[in-house]
Nanobody
């Protein structure tokens, strides 16, 4: 599967932005999809994940209550709605597909096998 993330940009603190990740190639309907982010000099961090049926969603502690993940399987697209943005949210955001179809096994990067190229978000204070 090929993943193409988009929607990043420059936004002021307190603002909102929505990221999109379009998948092509093999279907992603049966897989957990996730978002990760990586700030300069830091490790890649789990942000959110969603099961293929959208029944379950998972969030990193730093984004709970501010970010919402969703997906549209008919469009092969997963979204990340980001509200109340903070300068600490500045990072490159990556979408990813789980290695194994089914439920989420882990929120670590090793549980995800296909990655998009990343889209950059800068939040100014």
């Amino acid at each position: 599967v090929q993943l193409q993330a988009s929607g990043g940009g420059l936004v002021q603190a307190g603002g909102s932005l929505r990221l999109s990740c379009a998948a092509s190639g093999r279907t992603f309907s049966n897989y957990v999809m996730g978002w990760f982010r990586q700030a300069p000099g830091k490790e890649r961090e789990f942000v959110a994940a969603i099961t293929w049926s959208s029944t379950m969603t998972y969030y990193g502690n730093s984004v709970k209550g501010r970010f919402t993940i969703s997906r549209d399987n008919a469009k092969n697209t997963v979204y990340l709605q980001m509200n109340s943005l903070e300068p600490e949210d500045t990072a490159v955001y990556y979408c990813a597909r789980a290695r194994v179809a089914g439920t989420l096994t882990s929120t670590t990067t090793s549980a995800f096998g296909s990655w998009g190229q990343g889209t950059e978000l800068t939040v100014s204070s």
